[in-house]
């Protein structure tokens, strides 16, 4: 009995005593915990424990390494109450701790952190990605060479994907995967010795992550936590790592079919091209363009949707420069364009034949092109956009010149789309690029007649008059007044230069029978911008001789021209004079002289004004036109006004291009 008495004396003594014979960091941690979980950590005991922490530093690693076990210990037990207060006062000390030997809480802490993480409690996968979010935010003293984050890159991209059945579960794991994302993006993309994010292995499970959310923009969904994650990432990217962070871009939009419609692939590249530094946006173009070439025999709809990204791209950029090989922006655009029209043509878009292609897929295409080429080209310079201009028009084929063309049809659409893609081109007329502009308004087909005209006053109407132009008419043919100035030196050497070469091309554009409507209002429209863009007296006076000899060929028995083009002829004569008579300098006679004349064709013919073109021709005098100059400071042209206008071709305005056209 004496002995049973002893060993439960030493055994209480025993017990009593070994909480006391405790390490001193232990019963710290341990008084931190309550009785009742719910009522949370004992924030007394809790400063204590911190004291301790910043007082001898070296226990810090003990004393994380005892909190890991406590909380794993707690975790097995599915007491996560006990586990929520473990990981709050490792928040605490890792606040609390901003010394050299805060790498000593972190490997535990991050230990911990993977092992809620890794269970199957959605709850706990919010705590602990919220708790790495408050990590990610303090910033260290000193660097870690041994520290790794792929495990976090991994989770929180698979929470992104989270597909749980309750929605706002699903909601929530989407949204800490995301935050969780961020706090990685943030605590390693600027410290060199930390993982490299930028590589392709995480760009890969990050980038796709993001998007799948960004692209699920309802209200239900992390949309805006996404984009602005998605933003953080683009703005730290450095010239070296913006290909890596574009191509999963690329490779998503393709595997989920986002070209298609380009709403939402439209939107990922202006988040991009907003976020990323200015001067790496050439590198998303060039990305984009390498993915086009590499899609040139996908459907249409894909091609087109990369062209949109495309052009929305560049209007963002707007920098002045697309990169180092500006040309080769637009060789690879007009490439596309002359392989969709042989797509067009041949109604496959592969050689094998398999694939079929409609031409209103392929004619959305070319438009898109078109579209992105004078988009790419506004952002450009005047000096770079004229070298575009001869780029472009040197890849025009010219019948003679250039080899064969394959079938008529396909020579004749790319003629057609490449001359579409010049009228984006809004610049001035270089010499060397207007003779082979001119040579293409003497071809056979009246729609590149056209495209020439449009283009011809495109590049000549810089204060945008063509659009105040509603139709033509002989009375007010204008929505608002027609703008117009002095006349710059520039424009004066041009005009002096060149105006002959352009009269004549436009007096022989005239004379085909197979024009049309839509041609005597481009020449309508064409007369009035020179009028009013190249005022001086010499070019309206040299105007008005190519009026009158244009309404002299409405007359004449020598030109094979339907009584509905010599009536269009006098129309739009008369309409222009109107124009000319009202909006530049010459005298008030003038203008009542033209007015009488077509009040007296309002009367007597009809069908000489644009208003009713009938078939009847008259004949127009231009004598009353120099007497109401007379007495003006018009009165020294009346003698070469009184020269009938003949096309000027010299050898010093003679070209090949011209030689060419005139045989054809």
């Given at each position: 009995?004496?002995?049973?008495?002893?060993?439960?004396?030493?055994?209480?003594?025993?017990c009593g005593?070994?909480?006391a014979l405790?390490?001193?960091?232990k019963?710290?941690?341990?008084n931190?915990?309550?009785?009742?979980?719910?009522d949370?950590?004992?924030?007394?005991n809790?400063?204590?424990?911190?004291?301790f922490a910043l007082?001898?530093?070296?226990?810090?690693?003990r004393?994380?390494a005892?909190l890991?076990?406590r909380?794993t210990?707690?975790?097995n037990?599915?007491?996560?109450?006990?586990?929520?207060i473990?990981l709050?006062a490792?928040?605490?000390?890792?606040l609390?701790c901003?010394?050299?030997?805060?790498n000593?809480?972190?490997?535990?802490f991050?230990?911990?952190?993977r092992?809620?993480?890794?269970?199957?409690r959605?709850?706990l996968?919010i705590l602990?990605t919220s708790?790495?979010v408050k990590f990610?935010?303090?910033?260290?003293?000193t660097?870690?060479?041994?520290?790794?984050?792929?495990?976090?890159?991994s989770?929180f991209?698979?929470m992104c994907?989270?597909?749980?059945?309750d929605?706002?579960?699903?909601?929530?794991?989407?949204?800490?995967?995301i935050?969780?994302?961020?706090g990685?993006i943030?605590?390693?993309v600027?410290?060199?010795?930390?993982?490299?994010?930028w590589?392709p292995?995480?760009?890969e499970?990050?980038?796709?992550?993001?998007?799948?959310?960004l692209?699920?923009?309802?209200?239900d969904?992390?949309?805006?936590?996404?984009?602005?994650?998605f933003r953080?990432?683009?703005?730290?990217?450095?010239?070296?790592h913006?290909?890596n962070a574009?191509?999963p871009?690329l490779?998503?939009?393709?595997s989920r079919s986002?070209?298609?419609g380009g709403?939402?692939?439209v939107?990922?590249?202006?988040?991009i091209m907003f976020?990323i530094q200015?001067?790496?946006?050439?590198?998303?173009i060039?990305?984009l363009?390498?993915h086009?070439d590499?899609?040139?025999?996908?459907?249409?709809?894909?091609?087109?949707?990369i062209?949109e990204?495309l052009?929305e791209?560049?209007?963002i950029?707007?920098t002045?420069s697309?990169?180092?090989?500006v040309?080769e922006?637009?060789?690879?655009?007009?490439?596309?364009l002359?392989?969709s029209?042989?797509y067009?043509l041949?109604g496959?878009?592969d050689?094998?034949?398999?694939h079929k292609t409609?031409?209103f897929?392929?004619?959305t295409l070319?438009?898109a092109?078109?579209?992105?080429?004078?988009s790419?080209a506004?952002?450009?310079p005047?000096?770079?956009?004229s070298?575009?201009?001869?780029?472009?028009?040197?890849k025009?084929p010219?019948?003679?010149?250039?080899?064969?063309?394959g079938?008529?049809?396909?020579?004749?659409m790319?003629?057609?789309m490449?001359?579409?893609?010049l009228?984006?081109?809004l610049t001035a007329?270089?010499?060397?690029?207007?003779e082979p502009?001119l040579?293409?308004t003497?071809?056979d087909?009246?729609?590149?007649?056209?495209?020439?005209?449009?283009?011809?006053t495109?590049l000549?109407?810089?204060?945008h008059?063509?659009?105040?132009?509603?139709?033509v008419?002989?009375g007010?043919a204008?929505?608002t007044?027609?703008s117009?100035g002095?006349?710059i030196k520039?424009?004066n050497?041009?005009?002096?230069?060149?105006?002959?070469?352009?009269?004549?091309h436009?007096f022989?554009a005239c004379k085909?029978?197979?024009?049309g409507?839509?041609h005597?209002q481009?020449l309508?429209?064409?007369?009035?911008?020179l009028?009013?863009e190249?005022?001086?007296?010499?070019?309206l006076?040299?105007?008005?001789?190519l009026i009158?000899?244009l309404?002299?060929?409405g007359?004449s028995?020598?030109e094979?021209l339907s009584?509905?083009?010599?009536?269009?002829?006098?129309?739009?004569c008369?309409a222009a004079?109107?124009?000319l008579s009202?909006?530049g300098?010459?005298?008030p006679?003038?203008?009542?002289?033209?007015?009488?004349?077509?009040e007296?064709?309002q009367k007597g013919?009809?069908h000489?004004l644009?208003?009713?073109?009938?078939?009847?021709q008259?004949?127009?005098?231009?004598?009353p036109?120099?007497?109401a100059l007379?007495?003006?400071s018009y009165?020294?042209q009346?003698e070469?006004?009184?020269?009938?206008?003949?096309p000027?071709?010299?050898?010093k305005?003679?070209s090949?291009y011209?030689?060419v056209?005139?045989?054809?």
């Open positions: 009995l004496f002995a049973l008495n002893m060993l439960f004396f030493l055994n209480y003594c025993v005593c070994c909480w405790r390490p001193r960091y019963r710290l941690v341990d931190i915990f309550p009785e009742d979980p719910e949370g950590l004992v924030k007394a809790m400063e204590k424990l911190t004291f007082s001898a530093p070296e226990k810090l690693d004393i994380a005892y890991s076990e909380l210990r707690e975790l037990r599915h007491r996560y109450g006990y586990v929520c473990a709050e490792m928040e605490q000390l890792l609390a901003h010394c050299q030997s805060i000593l809480l972190v490997e535990s991050l230990g911990t952190l092992l809620l993480l890794e269970a199957d959605p709850h996968h602990a708790s790495f990610a935010n303090i910033e260290e003293d660097p870690s060479y041994h520290r790794s984050y792929d495990f976090f890159v989770r991209s698979e994907h989270s597909d749980h059945e929605p706002d579960t699903r909601i929530k794991i989407r949204v800490s995967g935050r969780g994302l961020q990685v943030r605590k390693t600027d410290d060199e010795l930390q993982v490299n994010i590589e292995r995480h760009m499970q990050i980038v796709p992550a993001l998007l799948v959310n692209e699920q923009g309802n209200s969904s992390p949309a805006e936590q996404t984009e602005v994650c953080e990432l683009l703005g730290r990217a450095a010239y070296g913006i290909n574009i191509r871009v490779m998503h939009l393709d986002l070209w298609e709403g939402f692939a939107r990922c590249f202006q988040i976020s200015s001067q790496h946006s050439h590198l998303v060039q990305q363009l390498g086009l590499a899609n040139s025999r996908s459907p249409a709809s894909v091609r087109a949707g062209v990204v052009s791209a560049a209007v950029e707007a002045g697309v990169g180092p090989t040309l922006v637009f060789n690879t655009l007009l490439r596309q002359r392989q029209v042989d067009q041949t496959y878009y050689n094998a034949g398999k409609t031409s897929h392929e004619k070319q438009d092109v078109i579209k992105t080429i004078g790419f506004n952002t450009l005047v000096y770079q956009r070298e575009v201009m001869l780029f472009i028009m040197g025009i010219v019948p003679g010149i250039y080899p064969a063309l079938s008529p049809n396909t020579g004749r790319i003629q057609v490449l001359l579409k893609s009228s984006n081109l007329l270089p010499s060397s690029f207007l502009l040579s293409f003497l071809m087909d009246p729609e590149i007649r056209l495209l020439v005209l449009s283009i011809l495109s000549i109407d810089r204060r008059n063509a659009a105040r132009i509603t139709a008419r002989s007010p204008c929505r007044p027609l117009s002095r006349l520039p424009d050497l041009f005009i002096r230069k060149h105006a002959q070469r352009l009269y004549r436009v022989l085909e029978e197979s024009n409507p839509s005597y481009a309508f429209i064409l007369l009035v911008v009028s009013v190249l005022v001086s007296e010499e070019v006076v040299d105007l008005i001789r009158l000899a309404q002299e060929m007359v028995n020598q094979s009584v509905w083009n010599r009536c269009s002829l006098h129309a739009v008369a004079l109107h124009v009202q909006t300098p010459p005298p006679p003038l203008h009542q002289h033209v007015t009488q004349v077509i007296s064709r013919a009809p000489l644009p208003e009713s073109v009938l078939c009847d008259p004949r127009y005098q231009n004598k036109v120099c007497e007379t007495g003006s009165s020294t009346c070469r006004l009184n020269t009938p206008y003949t000027q071709l010299t050898g305005h003679s090949p011209n030689t056209i005139l045989h054809c």
